[in-house]
T-cell receptor, first 113, second 112 residues
Framework: GNSVTQMEGPVTLSEEAFLTINCTYTATGYPSLFWYVQYPGEGLQLLLKATKADDKGSNKGFEATYRKETTSFHLEKGSVQVSDSAVYFCALRRLGNNNDMRFGAGTRLTVKP | DSGVTQTPKHLITATGQRVTLRCSPRSGDLSVYWYQQSLDQGLQFLIQYYNGEERAKGNILERFSAQQFPDLHSELNLSSLELGDSALYFC???????????FGSGTRLTVV
């Protein structure tokens, strides 16, 4: 079945450090891939997405590239800020209205000043 | 404001009771999804409705039920509540085939 595996947290970084959160997926067909972010006390917000192989999603300094050959969609940011502290979820969704989104377990990131 | 409205934001109730959580999807979205988020942060898919019809079921307990009304708002009913049902319950909506979801801010349910 379709599933997502992301690196376990928590991840603690100092401000301005480089961030990588690994995400790999298993799916039949060609799913769309997403990263969502959940700030404390809030719901999930779409951070970025990619809909086909080699697409790069980017937003707020975060990037992720859809790698079909390695079935991966790793999240990266060159210089994290304290305000990036949140839980990050990788997700996939196949085409079709009946296909619910499958989420990874989430990775908690804490950025210290 | 994401456009998905969930009420109430917080709910405290006793074991054995029944509660109803409400969700209004983003304007134009026909699909509504319900998720449960436990304290260890995992998101569990409960159920999906599309234009009033149930389309997919996840690990939803028999004590839980949901429906989507003609105006597209949805309600999640939780009955015979147990302490372990304490969690955040999120509603999300979507429009595009294969597109992303828009999440509400959730209802925090505490069962005491």
């Amino acid at each position: 079945g379709n599933s997502v595996t992301q690196m376990e947290g928590p991840v603690t970084l100092s401000e301005e450090a480089f961030l990588t959160i690994n995400c790999t997926y298993t799916a039949t067909g060609y799913p769309s891939l997403f990263w969502y972010v959940q700030y404390p006390g809030e719901g999930l917000q779409l951070l970025l997405k990619a809909t086909k192989a080699d697409d790069k999603g980017s937003n707020k300094g975060f990037e992720a590239t859809y790698r079909k050959e390695t079935t991966s969609f790793h999240l990266e940011k060159g210089s994290v800020q304290v305000s990036d502290s949140a839980v990050y979820f990788c997700a996939l969704r196949r085409l079709g209205n009946n296909n619910d989104m499958r989420f990874g377990a989430g990775t908690r990131l804490t950025v210290k000043p | 404001d994401s456009g998905v409205t969930q009420t109430p934001k917080h709910l405290i109730t006793a074991t054995g009771q029944r509660v109803t959580l409400r969700c209004s999807p983003r304007s134009g979205d026909l699909s509504v999804y319900w998720y449960q988020q436990s304290l260890d942060q995992g998101l569990q898919f409960l159920i999906q409705y599309y234009n009033g019809e149930e389309r997919a079921k996840g690990n939803i307990l028999e004590r839980f039920s949901a429906q989507q009304f003609p105006d597209l708002h949805s309600e999640l009913n939780l009955s015979s509540l147990e302490l372990g049902d304490s969690a955040l319950y999120f509603c999300a909506s979507s429009a595009l085939v294969g597109g992303g979801y828009t999440f509400g801010s959730g209802t925090r349910l505490t069962v005491v």
